[in-house]
């Protein structure tokens, strides 16, 4: 089993910029969709963009569009989340989960399987 660590997360004023780290432990990824979801507080956990290891599709959501991007480290079996334009209202936690490749994009969190604890990402106005 996978275990996924992320990391890069802080304080940062509006309208700039932070990268986030996904890095998995246990074995390499294989043909899985990895994704980032984020969780502000009170709220449920929400779908935000994720990528196919195997052949580097990515798919995001229209809040995130041409603001974030994934990206991924083959040798160092990792995923990336580059956010930039940030809002406050984006403040919150933001995980990185992992499922194997079933032929589409899932964007509720129970169709993903391994999860990481989460990065606190504040957005101050």
């Known amino acids: 089993q996978v275990q996924l660590v992320e990391s890069g997360g802080g304080l940062v004023q509006a309208g700039g910029s932070l990268r986030l780290s996904c890095a998995a432990s246990?074995?390499?990824?294989?043909?899985?969709?990895v994704a980032w979801f984020r969780q502000a507080p009170g709220k449920g956990r929400d779908f935000i963009i994720a990528l196919n290891w195997n052949d580097g599709s990515t798919y995001a959501t229209a809040p995130v569009k041409g603001r974030f991007t994934i990206s991924r480290d083959n040798a160092k079996n990792s995923v990336y989340l580059q956010m930039n334009s940030l809002k406050p209202e984006e403040t919150a936690v933001y995980y990185c989960a992992a499922r194997s490749r079933s032929g589409s994009w899932w964007t509720r969190p129970d169709r993903y399987d391994v999860w990481g604890q989460g990065t606190q990402v504040t957005v101050s106005s």
């Open positions: 246990g074995r390499t990824f294989n043909n899985e969709d």
